[in-house]
């Protein structure tokens, strides 16, 4: 089975902002946004990841991406 990749660091990165800055903009704990940023995370709320797109402008699939496992 494959799994579901977030690639929020890249972005953060690219857009320059910090976990502080953007676990204020989405509402969000600073743990919180760093676990969801470093891939430790089973689940994230569609609310979450809309919250994300707006602060960032960008998609979903900006965010997510899915691998398959060998």
Do not use: W
């Not at 502080?20 to 995370?41: C, D, F, M, P, R």
């Amino acid at each position: 089975m494959g799994k579901i990749v977030l690639s929020l660091d890249r972005l953060m990165a690219e857009r320059k902002v910090s976990l502080n800055q953007l676990a204020e903009q989405v509402g969000i704990t600073n743990v919180n946004l760093s676990k969801i940023k470093n891939n430790h995370v089973t689940a994230l709320r569609f609310s979450t990841l809309a919250a994300l797109c707006e602060a960032l402008d960008c998609q979903p699939g900006d965010i997510l991406s899915y691998s398959q496992e060998e």
